[in-house]
């Protein structure tokens, strides 16, 4: 069994794998929490009847899931498809022009600063070691036998989109009704809140201006619904 093989047989994530998944949750729960808590409202500035907002909500709370992971399966797959392509062609090209493939190679490293003596040298190593891998490592920043996984991003928007449609459909149907719209728009503040920082966190933005925009849009979703509820 080569080298190759033997990495594209590993049983392990890399890290865009992980953090794919991760992204899809957090896209999956912050569009359950707002697309939930917009049909709660609109429901609730309409009619006092708890079932029947409670079914409004729940129904949509699966819709929602079901929706998030479908389009992330759709997504991912997409992107899955466009790497496995990639690695198709290169693996055609090391038959018909490896030459290239090696300058290639000898290129990325000599633009590290690597000299161009060296980098020759470390490239026809590297081609003649791993050549498949090196090359759409060089190229396209993949690592072999590594895609998106359409299920993984799927099954993760899935189920964080429910939990994150779970928080303001609890918080207006359990508190008592004096409580149900300042109680879901302080649970929907720090649901938004919560996701805002996470994602902000993973991508090195402004926690601060992450949290207030998630709880602006918040803000304007409850209110758009709740005017559009009391109007009909």
């Known amino acids: 069994m080569t080298t190759e093989t033997k990495i594209n047989t590993k049983k392990y994530k890399t890290m865009d794998e992980k953090l794919n ?40 709370l699966i819709a929602c899931a079901f929706s998030m992971a479908a389009g992330e399966y ?9 790497e496995k392509a990639a690695v198709a062609v290169e ?14 190679v000898q290129s990325f490293y000599a633009s590290k600063g690597v000299s161009q003596a060296t980098s020759l040298e470390i490239a026809t190593e590297l081609m003649q070691k791993k050549p498949l891998e090196t ?12 895609y998106m996984n359409p299920w993984d ?34 649970a929907v503040s720090i649901a938004v809140a919560l996701t805002a920082f996470i994602s902000s966190k993973l991508g090195d933005g402004k926690i601060k201006v992450a949290i ?21």
């Open 212 to 232: 207030i925009r998630n709880i602006i849009i918040g803000f304007i979703t409850m209110l758009i619904h709740y005017g559009i509820g009391q109007f009909f």
């Open 21 to 60: 998944s991760l992204r899809a949750g957090i896209l999956g729960s912050n569009d359950g929490i707002l697309t939930v808590v917009g049909v709660l409202f609109s429901v609730a500035a309409a009619t006092t009847n708890n079932f029947i907002i409670f079914i409004a909500g729940l129904t949509d």
């Open 91 to 104: 693996q055609q090209r090391m038959l018909t022009n490896r030459a290239t493939q090696i300058e290639e």
């Open 135 to 146: 090359i759409i490592s060089v190229k396209y920043g993949l690592e072999l036998g590594h």
């Open 74 to 82: 759709a997504s991912v797959s997409s992107q899955s498809d466009t």
């Open 153 to 186: 991003a799927a099954f993760s928007s899935f189920i964080s989109a429910a939990l994150g449609g779970i928080f303001p459909l609890l918080a207006i149907i359990i508190l008592p009704s004096n409580w149900k719209m300042v109680g879901t728009i302080i």
